[in-house]
């Protein structure tokens, strides 16, 4: 495998499996030290954080999508929303593609249980969800390893971390709630990460993570060429079994696999690109469109099958 993604990266590897846990290996992995011009072209570096319909005010023009989630959240999650429409949770509850999307929004989180209870977003990027997380009612706190993409997520006020989990200033027992998104599989060391979080996890804290998935049907299909890969700076890739074998090592319990993320056109758009040898991120419109309507149906084959979806999503217990 080659950098296919960002093209900043010299030289190939080798992904090899584990027949043991499931998990597989880059080879030879990057150190600390020689990882990060691999990241010179990374998406974390953006100039202001998305819009998200859910935060207030961010899209007025999305009210009536707004309300209608906040009915679904306040019934399945507990969240309070002044603003939610009633019975609106019933769209949600005849749709299990709507309630998939739904719980990805928010990240399966539940409602704080007392105030102010932290949340921890590791690897938050520029605080995209780190201001939803707020809105949500948490004391929203990350851990950011790209400085420039810390600084915007610190402009807006939040408490940022710049470096990774093993320098951070962890106050043990003191954390109600942490999320990885796409970040585990970034971790030079991720049981041990993944212990350190556990530390600093009050008793019943929830973990969240999503991670690609090297057992999906994309990874299948395209091989080297699966978006997922992502080399070199995906150095450890799971599946539901191995991700949760990682999560039981670092002593969480309860694990519990979720509803996938529907994201397969991302990947089958990028696969095709990447398979061809362009930019990933350089695909025409009739390209989207395709990429779209198969995704559709991969998506839906994902709500029946989890197993094989695109990413694994995953939460588990302190107990």
């Not at 420039?148 to 093993?166: E, M, Y």
């Not at 529907?262 to 696969?271: G, N, P, R, T, V």
Request: proline fraction near 6%.
């Amino acid at each position: 495998m080659v950098d296919a993604v960002f093209h900043v990266a010299p030289g190939r590897w080798t992904l090899w499996r584990c027949a043991g846990c499931e998990a597989a290996y880059l080879d030879p992995r990057p150190n600390a030290a020689s990882i990060g011009r691999a990241y010179s072209r990374y998406y974390t570096h953006a100039s202001e954080p998305a819009k998200n319909f859910l935060i207030p005010g961010d899209r007025p023009d999305l009210r009536a999508k707004r309300a209608l989630h906040l009915s679904h959240y306040a019934r399945e999650y507990g969240h309070r929303g002044d603003e939610a429409m009633p019975l609106g949770w019933l769209l949600f509850a005849a749709s299990p593609w709507r309630r998939a999307r739904a719980g990805q929004f928010i990240r399966h989180v539940p409602a704080p249980e007392s105030e102010p209870d932290v949340l921890l977003d590791v690897g938050c990027g520029d605080g995209g969800f780190l201001r939803l997380a707020r809105a949500l009612g948490y004391a929203a706190r990350g851990i950011e390893f790209d400085p420039q993409a810390a600084k915007l997520a610190q402009a807006q006020g939040f408490d940022v971390f710049v470096g990774g989990v093993d320098d951070a200033p962890l106050v043990d027992c003191s954390l109600a709630q942490v999320t990885l998104s796409h970040v585990i599989e970034h971790l030079h060391d991720p049981v041990a990460a993944l212990a350190r979080l556990h530390a600093a996890m009050r008793r019943g804290g929830r973990i969240w993570l999503q991670t690609p998935n090297i057992d999906s049907h994309g990874a299948q299909r395209f091989g080297t060429a699966w978006r997922g890969l992502e080399a070199p700076r995906h150095l450890v890739m799971f599946n539901v079994a191995s991700l949760g074998a990682a999560l039981r090592r670092a002593g969480f319990d309860d694990v519990q696999r979720m509803a996938p993320q529907l994201d397969a056109a991302f990947y089958i758009e990028q696969s095709q690109e990447m398979a061809q040898g362009k930019d990933p991120y350089a695909g025409d419109r009739a390209r989207r469109r395709a990429a779209r309507s198969e995704g559709k149906a991969w998506d839906r084959a994902a709500l029946v099958d989890p197993d094989h979806a695109e990413s694994v999503t995953l939460v588990a217990f302190k107990r």
